[in-house]
């Protein structure tokens, strides 16, 4: 018998932890994060990560899973979800994979096989970070020219990877394949019009200033003096750090983060798109969305 799972994914504030919790109140879910930022502990607030008490007694795995100095790489994410889903098909149970990182997600979805992924190499990272984006995208041509076709125009971070695996590997990123999976899976996707969105994000960041942003972040540079390159990605908390600093004002940290945020949203849009296979739902009036996310949960269940 087939294994199912279903993915709830799309842009930030649109939704799918909420969406998520209702739907595994009506099935036999158990939830499975793919955001990259919720895997730290005490980076709740700034993650909007759902507090335990808000989780209608559904288990969320891979939350809480690290320390704010540790690198957790998508090679690990991939490993423990795997790990994570099997274990929760022994139980009779169904992962409901949710999240905004999409290529965590498309790890899970389609496979990649990023368990052969070459090391990072820092010394060359730098030395192409230098390079102007046409040199740097001829030279990535010259050693794989299918991965570079498949590229953007401006995607410096995407070409010294392809650069950087063939130096370290031997061997074209483009040759490594993908092993078929072994789940079927249900993937809808959250999206509003993108002026309710960014109102949305606004409205929301607000919330976390007062559901006490800043107390968070006093509490994380209290505990950790060393913050890894990662979690220092995680927006708001780099915002925050400096107010906290003196460098900027709180109302600079606040449009800072609105900014960023709304960056993040485009850019999570303009990856979705790319996604097979995905029924989108506008999640503006959220119970017509849940009901819609009802139906087509009900009839790949069968």
């Not at 483009?174 to 999206?191: A, T």
Request: glycine share 4%; with cysteine; hydrophobic share 40%.
């Amino acid at each position: 018998m087939t294994k199912k799972a279903v993915v709830i994914l799309g842009p930030t504030a649109t939704h799918k932890s909420k969406l998520s919790i209702a739907l595994a109140q009506k099935f036999p879910f158990e939830i499975v994060s793919a955001d990259s930022m919720q895997f730290y502990k005490g980076m709740d607030i700034g993650t909007d990560k759902v507090p335990p008490e808000k989780r209608a007694g559904i288990a969320h795995h891979l939350l809480d899973i690290i320390t704010i100095e540790e690198e957790f790489s998508i090679a690990d994410f991939k490993k423990l979800a795997l790990k994570t889903m099997q274990e929760i098909y022994l139980r009779g149970s169904i992962p409901l994979i949710v999240g905004g990182s999409g290529l965590y997600i498309r790890t899970l979805t389609e496979n990649f096989p990023v368990e052969e992924s070459a090391p990072p190499d820092e010394k060359l990272r730098e030395e192409l970070s230098q390079m102007d984006i046409y040199n740097l995208r001829k030279l990535a041509e010259e050693v794989d020219f299918d991965a570079v076709s498949k590229v953007g125009l401006q995607d410096r971070k995407r070409l010294i990877r392809i650069v950087e695996y063939y130096k370290s590997t031997g061997k074209k990123i483009s040759e490594v394949s993908n092993k078929p999976q072994e789940v079927l899976f249900l993937k809808i996707g959250l999206i509003k019009p993108r002026e309710v969105l960014y109102r949305d994000i606004e409205e929301r960041i607000e919330q976390m200033f007062e559901s006490g942003f800043i107390d968070e972040v006093k509490a994380l540079r209290e505990q950790y003096l060393h913050w890894s390159k990662t979690a220092l990605q995680a927006i708001g908390y780099k915002e925050v750090l400096m107010y906290l600093s003196g460098a900027i004002s709180l109302d600079e940290a606040k449009r800072l983060m609105k900014l960023r945020t709304r960056h993040l949203a485009k850019r999570q849009i303009t990856w979705f798109k790319k996604e097979k296979c995905v029924h989108w739902i506008d999640s503006t009036n959220f119970s017509e969305a849940l009901k819609k996310a009802e139906e087509l949960v009900k009839e790949f269940l069968g």
